[in-house]
């Protein structure tokens, strides 16, 4: 098992570009997370999803969008970013209590 | 408002000392307490989750301890090691939503 994955690793973007991060979970967990991480900040949950062709609003999630079309997949999409969204994404997956966590995708924006 | 503060921030230990790292947290109504082991570049690993009734729970070299009536976790890591360095982020559940401290840096030298 891969467990979780995410694509890419790192990517810089201009302000106003748009792109689209990959969680993909090998795992068949119902529950799926996007969690950032900012330097003296907690993670911070930006969206997440209960099932296939679900997703709710988190603690932050303006200016981001999510889908979920195939259980395995979780993708978030960043319609026009901003310096502000410069920050360490995280995917997760749970099973009961536990969560499991990709490697995380640095963003910078510029 | 719900919250969670670790301390201290940052540690620097021997290899082969033990360290305790603290945790403090206001979430209401409590679920679990989770610490997590974060990597530099890596996603949380969950090392130990622990529910209302319990007070001690071992993970290895790891134990943590919680007290529900004070609204503390300490976690406790015995004759450390190089692999040990790394952030240790204390995470409390209020139901469904977890609440991310924002992690003790620890540093193992030789």
């Known amino acids: 098992n891969a467990g979780v994955t995410q694509t890419p690793k790192f990517r810089v973007l201009k302000t106003g570009q748009s792109m689209t991060l990959l969680c993909a979970q090998d795992?068949?967990?119902?529950?799926m997370y996007w969690y950032r991480q900012d330097p003296g900040m907690g993670l911070r949950l930006i969206h997440y999803?209960?099932?296939?062709?679900?997703?709710a609003k988190g603690e932050v999630p303006d200016g981001y969008n999510v889908s979920r079309l195939k259980k395995q997949n979780f993708l978030l999409g960043l319609e026009s970013a901003a310096p502000s969204q410069t920050s360490v994404y995280f995917c997760?997956?749970?099973?009961?209590?536990?969560?499991?966590f990709g490697p995380g995708t640095r963003l910078t924006v510029t | 408002k719900n919250q969670v503060e670790q301390s201290p921030q940052s540690l620097i230990i021997l290899e082969g000392k033990n360290c305790t790292l603290q945790?403090?947290?206001?979430?209401?109504?409590?679920?679990?307490l989770r610490w997590y082991k974060q990597d530099t570049g890596r996603g949380p690993v969950s090392l130990t989750i622990?529910?209302?009734?319990?007070n001690t729970k071992s993970n290895g070299r790891y134990t943590a301890t919680l007290d529900a009536d004070t609204k503390q976790s300490s976690l406790h890591i015995t004759a450390s090691q190089l692999s040990d360095s790394a952030s240790y982020i204390c995470?409390?559940?209020?139901?469904?939503?977890?609440?991310f401290g924002t992690g003790t840096r620890l540093l193992v030298s030789p």
């Open positions: 622990m529910t209302f009734s319990e």
């Open positions: 995470v409390v559940t209020d139901v469904q939503k977890l609440v």
């Open positions: 999803s209960v099932g296939e062709g679900t997703t």
């Open positions: 997760a997956s749970r099973q009961a209590y536990e969560q499991y």
């Open positions: 795992m068949n967990h119902e529950y």
């Open positions: 945790c403090n947290y206001t979430v209401s109504p409590f679920s679990n």
